[in-house]
């Protein structure tokens, strides 16, 4: 099992710039996640959806958006990209019963210059 | 405002010795509070995670101390190696719209180094 795929694993942007993060599982887990890491900051939740067709906001979602049209992929794009949203993007992904953990993929790093 | 606070943010640790970070919160609300473990270039991994309903949880030289009434929960790592040398980061989750959903609210982290 691959577990969660992220891809690209890094990526340079100039300010203004689109792109999208894609993020797959192979677990059929109904809910996925995106989060933020910066650098003595935590993991910070960007967006998390519950299942395909349905997404909602978490702590920080201005400048990003995202969509959830299977079960397998929730991609995360950044429309205007700004030296702000320079970071490390983790998805992550969790069976639906019980206290199950959220399987993280190994992240993209993104500059934004 | 930080939901869940860690310290220390860094430790370093004697191989053989016991590490310890601390966590604490503010919400009642959140019902499991799990520990992940990061390595560099790696996405965070659960380590071990536990229940407010026990005071402690053990899984190898991994212990969980919880103190409902204090608010506060801490990892403990006996005999540290120094392949555990990683960030830790505590989390605890709350339900969202009364499902089992786990949203989760991450600790800062501590940079934990074994020397050898």
């Known amino acids: 099992n691959a577990g969660v795929t992220q891809t690209p694993k890094f990526r340079i942007l100039k300010i203004g710039q689109s792109m999208t993060l894609q993020c797959t599982q192979d677990?059929?887990?109904?809910?996925m996640y995106w989060y933020r890491q910066d650098p003595g900051m935590g993991l910070k939740l960007i967006y998390y959806?519950?299942?395909?067709?349905?997404?909602d906001k978490g702590e920080v979602p201005n400048g990003y958006n995202v969509s959830r049209s299977t079960t397998e992929d929730f991609p995360l794009r950044l429309e205007l990209a700004a030296p702000s949203q320079t970071s490390v993007y983790f998805c992550?992904?969790?069976?639906?019963?019980?206290?199950?953990?959220?399987?993280f993929g190994d992240g993209t790093r993104l500059s934004i210059l | 405002q930080q939901q869940v606070k860690q310290s220390p943010q860094s430790l370093i640790v004697q191989k053989g010795g016991i590490s310890i970070i601390n966590c604490a919160y503010e919400?009642?609300?959140?019902?499991?509070f799990p520990w992940y473990q990061q390595f560099p270039g790696k996405g965070p991994a659960l380590l071990i995670a536990?229940?407010?309903?026990?005071s402690e949880k053990k899984e190898g030289r991994f212990t969980i101390s919880f103190n409902k009434s204090a608010k506060q929960f801490s990892l403990h790592i006996m005999d540290s190696q120094p392949g555990d040398s990683a960030t830790y980061f505590c989390?605890?989750?709350?339900?969202?719209?009364?499902?089992?959903?786990?949203?989760?609210?991450f600790g800062r982290g501590t940079q934990l180094t074994v020397w050898p």
């Open positions: 992550a992904s969790r069976g639906a019963t019980g206290a199950q953990p959220q399987h």
């Open positions: 677990m059929n887990h109904n809910y």
């Open positions: 959806s519950v299942g395909a067709g349905i997404t």
């Open positions: 919400n009642t609300a959140f019902d499991y």
């Open positions: 536990i229940r407010p309903d026990v």
């Open positions: 989390a605890a989750s709350t339900r969202i719209r009364g499902s089992t959903l786990g949203r989760l609210y």
